[in-house]
């Protein structure tokens, strides 16, 4: 559009109307417009994000996704695919209003002075075998036990939190459990089974999912 405009304002019959003739600003004012427009041109076949590239015909095919048992939701949709569905029967339509509070856990995370005005618990916890994994606000992870919902273990990463955040907010954990016949046998001795933490200010911690270290 501007280039249009400028060549539209350089036209004689313009022109001459809007400046009393000097002929050193109107060379210029066209020199100016031929390089914003040659630059525009540039700009409209060059892409600088743009990566050329070629993917190997021999590249190692995915995993096929593994199979989750029927009473754990290790992933914020149950699984890989994202199905948010739970084959598990004993909760139904017709007992669901029978329905009690089990256990209540309090984080004891609450709203620091440094925080930015929001601050929201948004996490979605997972479940693997018998603990369950949830982190709060300021990214505390906690493992409990799901029957009892007692602490086994609670990690911090001690976030600074400051105003210029936009909000401090956990949405959830992820799970990894590595395979001895594609991981390395260092891999299996130390941290076979890990939680993987995203922090507020950019560090994203792998934890044993054991013991929290």
Not at 108 to 113: E, F
Not at 163 to 184: D, I, L, M, N, P
Request: net charge negative; aromatic share 8%; glycine share 8%.
């Amino acid at each position: 559009i501007l280039v249009f405009f400028g060549i539209w304002l350089i036209l004689p019959f313009v022109w001459r109307r809007l400046v009393i003739p000097a002929s050193g600003a109107v060379a210029a004012l066209v020199v100016a417009l031929l390089i914003s427009g040659g630059i525009l041109t540039w700009a409209g076949f060059n892409d600088p994000q743009e990566i050329n590239g070629t993917l190997s015909a021999n590249a190692t095919p995915a995993e096929a996704i593994s199979p989750v048992a029927d009473q754990d939701w290790p992933a914020y949709g149950r699984n890989q695919e994202g199905q948010r569905f739970s084959p598990l029967k004993q909760i139904n339509a017709d007992n669901v209003h029978n329905l009690k509070e089990a256990w209540v856990f309090r984080t004891g995370d609450v709203k620091q002075p440094n925080d930015p005005g929001e601050i929201t618990n948004e996490v979605t916890p997972i479940k693997v075998g018998d603990t369950l994994y949830l982190c709060t606000a300021h990214q505390r992870l906690f493992a409990l036990d799901a029957a009892s919902g007692k602490e086994k273990w609670h990690y911090d990463p001690e976030l600074k939190t400051n105003e210029s955040f936009q909000h401090v907010t956990c949405r959830g954990v992820s799970y990894h459990e590595a395979k001895a016949e594609t991981a390395s046998p260092e891999v299996m001795a130390d941290c076979p089974r890990r939680i993987i933490l995203p922090v507020n200010d950019g560090r994203l911690i792998a934890i044993n999912a054991e013991n929290g270290k």
